[in-house]
């Protein structure tokens, strides 16, 4: 396998302007990083980028052909997906009004020393890390968009003689650039938790991403190819 510097930089880069462009996945990270910490916000970021693996094995594999040429299961998908940003959207409205930089903190601390068994049950602060990577990974699983996308992608940088080594190569590139993405909105979001140290703050910002997610929602069912 023989693959040189400037391709593979061409393609980390255009993967890397595709991930970490705002979206619902990257609005979900900002979110549990600013209400969980960054330590918890890790189970966030491996659904995310587990979807994201799965997403580019299938079109790697040709499956990404299907759903693109299919007019109805493509439509399943997308309203599936349209439908769970919803639900996150709603679960966020209804969601208590904690001053968010006392939640953050105490996530990172649960995560270090008071984390359940396996870290996957629920927590006097929040959700377990099987709920969050849970979470993250429907977000990112439910935009069928990102197959469309991996299955125009791939072609540009794989010939059919290519090996599988090479494909592992660009989804195990892929992989790193979804981790890293989510991780540093997750941070991002760390960082901006302590200006919601109000009831009224994190009640703003709860309001605020959950009409985000709920648009998020009906924008992707509503949208065309």
Same mark, same amino acid.
């Given at each position: 396998?023989?693959?040189?510097? @400037?391709?593979?930089?061409? %393609?980390?880069?255009?993967?890397?302007? /595709?991930?970490?462009?705002?979206?619902? =996945?990257?609005?979900?990270?900002?979110?549990?990083?600013?209400? %969980?910490? *960054?330590?918890?916000?890790? +189970?966030?970021?491996?659904? @995310?980028?587990?979807?994201?693996?799965?997403?580019?094995?299938?079109?790697?594999?040709?499956?990404?052909?299907? &759903?693109?040429?299919? $007019?109805?299961?493509?439509?399943?998908?997308?309203?599936? #997906?349209?439908? %769970?940003? *919803? %639900?996150?959207?709603?679960?966020?409205?209804?969601?208590?009004?904690?001053?968010?930089?006392?939640?953050?903190?105490? #996530?990172?601390?649960?995560?270090?020393? @008071?984390?359940?068994?396996?870290?996957? =049950? $629920?927590? !006097?602060?929040? !959700?377990?890390?099987?709920? &969050?990577?849970?979470?993250?990974?429907? *977000?990112?699983?439910?935009?069928?968009?990102?197959?469309?996308?991996?299955?125009?992608?791939? !072609?540009?940088?794989? +010939? !059919?003689?290519?090996?599988? /080594?090479? =494909?592992?190569?660009?989804?195990?590139?892929?992989?790193?650039?979804?981790?890293?993405?989510?991780?540093?909105?997750?941070?991002?979001?760390?960082?901006?938790?302590?200006?919601?140290?109000?009831?009224? /703050?994190?009640?703003?910002?709860?309001?605020?991403?959950?009409?985000?997610?709920?648009?998020?929602?009906?924008?992707?069912?509503?949208?065309?190819?």
């Amino acid at each position: 396998m023989s693959i040189s510097w @400037n391709f593979l930089i061409v %393609y980390t880069l255009t993967v890397l302007v /595709a991930t970490i462009t705002p979206g619902p =996945s990257m609005l979900l990270a900002l979110t549990h990083g600013v209400r %969980y910490g *960054v330590r918890r916000a890790l +189970a966030s970021a491996l659904g @995310n980028t587990a979807a994201s693996v799965l997403q580019a094995l299938v079109a790697v594999a040709g499956l990404g052909v299907v &759903l693109a040429a299919s $007019e109805d299961l493509f439509r399943v998908v997308r309203y599936a #997906g349209a439908a %769970y940003l *919803v %639900y996150v959207g709603v679960c966020m409205l209804r969601a208590s009004a904690v001053p968010l930089h006392a939640a953050a903190t105490a #996530g990172d601390a649960d995560a270090t020393g @008071n984390a359940s068994v396996g870290g996957t =049950s $629920e927590t !006097p602060d929040g !959700p377990g890390a099987r709920k &969050l990577f849970s979470q993250a990974f429907f *977000v990112a699983a439910g935009n069928p968009k990102a197959i469309v996308f991996f299955t125009a992608l791939f !072609p540009q940088f794989l +010939a !059919p003689g290519d090996t599988l /080594a090479r =494909s592992a190569l660009l989804v195990a590139d892929l992989a790193v650039i979804a981790f890293l993405g989510m991780m540093l909105y997750a941070m991002a979001g760390a960082r901006i938790a302590a200006l919601l140290a109000t009831t009224r /703050a994190a009640r703003w910002y709860n309001r605020t991403v959950g009409v985000a997610f709920i648009g998020s929602g009906a924008g992707l069912a509503l949208s065309d190819r």
